[in-house]
């Protein structure tokens, strides 16, 4: 194959879009479950053990607002790495479909012929073969 990359890792198909939003919110739920409960746990427990209110607000504010302001950093930057890390491996099983859809379409309206060509290391790789063992038979 000439062009043996996909230049967009964006392709826009409903299949794309689930696996992507599934992958993210697979990705974001229990990381944010986890650090909520973290959180919570971290300043209701050391409330409890201090257990003087004017020694709980001296010394719980300022490590609060560490923390809040850690997370507003963190935050963003962790979702964006999620969200990329997300694409590609969405991209990575629509991809592949989408073009096998391509090359069958192109087939069926006459406007190609020959056998669908999928990269080597497409995990389609297979399908595509034993279509054209089918259709070429």
């Not at 069958?104 to 056998?115: E, F, Y």
């Amino acid at each position: 194959m000439e062009n043996n990359k996909r230049r967009r890792r964006f392709i826009g198909t409903a299949l794309q879009n689930k696996t992507l939003l599934l992958i993210f919110i697979a990705a974001v739920v229990p990381a944010a479950i986890v650090a909520g409960c973290l959180y919570y746990l971290i300043f209701d427990m050391l409330a409890q053990q201090l257990g003087i209110p004017e020694a709980i607000a001296y010394n719980l504010i300022p490590v609060a607002r560490r923390i809040n302001l850690i997370i507003l950093i963190a935050l963003p930057v962790s979702l964006f790495v999620i969200w990329i890390m997300a694409l590609e491996l969405s991209h990575k099983i629509a991809g592949p479909i989408h073009r096998l859809e391509k090359e069958l379409d192109a087939r069926i309206n006459n406007n190609k012929k020959g056998p669908i060509q999928l990269r080597e290391k497409d995990e389609l790789k297979s399908i595509a073969d034993k279509i054209n063992q089918l259709v070429c038979k």
